[in-house]
């Protein structure tokens, strides 16, 4: 199937695995893909580009800002809307399992190989490479280019703090997919 992909999104999907990998993540996910694809540069970089997404902001999303136990202020913030008091339950943690126990990042598994069974990537990301395949099809492409890849990101979804960056800037399926017409 990678044949049938273009260079530059060819060249997002090698960068996920690498990407996956030095982050210490046993698989690469939909994150590693958007975020190689937003540094790949091609068609589906530029339509993040015009929405005002840049690869940088995707990091820094990507990266923090976190709360203890690596959640976000809206994460917070919705386990507070629904009765949770989040302090008490990190209290309760420490309580039980020492102080700073949320502050240290769980130690990360060994990464993969390429070529191991089941290869670098995670089920959902898979589900993405078959996905950009759908999407080049449906838009009348012979190749699987970057937009696609885009798209079908779009349609498998993302972590939450990547998603708040596309959502900011009004990246939603619908937008890329007018964007992308017929390009790939």
Do not use: N
């Amino acid at each position: 199937m990678f044949e049938r992909f273009t260079l530059d999104a060819r060249e997002s999907v090698v960068a996920a695995a690498g990407l996956a990998a030095r982050a210490g993540a046993a698989k690469a996910e939909p994150d590693h893909l958007l975020l190689a694809l937003s540094r790949a540069g091609g068609a589906g970089a530029d339509i993040l580009t015009r929405h005002g997404v840049t690869a940088d902001d995707l990091d820094a999303a990507a990266r923090g800002p976190r709360l203890r136990a690596g959640l976000t202020d809206d994460e917070v913030a919705a386990l507070s809307e629904v009765g949770i008091d989040v302090e008490q339950v990190f209290r309760r943690i420490e309580q039980t399992f020492g102080q700073g126990a949320l502050d240290q990042p769980a130690e990360a598994p060994a990464s993969r190989r390429p070529g191991r069974v089941g290869g670098p990537y995670s089920p959902q990301a898979k589900k993405v490479l078959e996905l950009s395949l759908r999407e080049a099809r449906a838009l009348g492409a012979k190749e699987i280019g970057s937009t696609h890849l885009l798209l079908a990101v779009l349609r498998q979804g993302v972590s939450a703090p990547l998603a708040a960056v596309l959502a900011g800037h009004e990246v939603t399926y619908d937008a890329v997919r007018q964007a992308a017409g017929g390009a790939g």
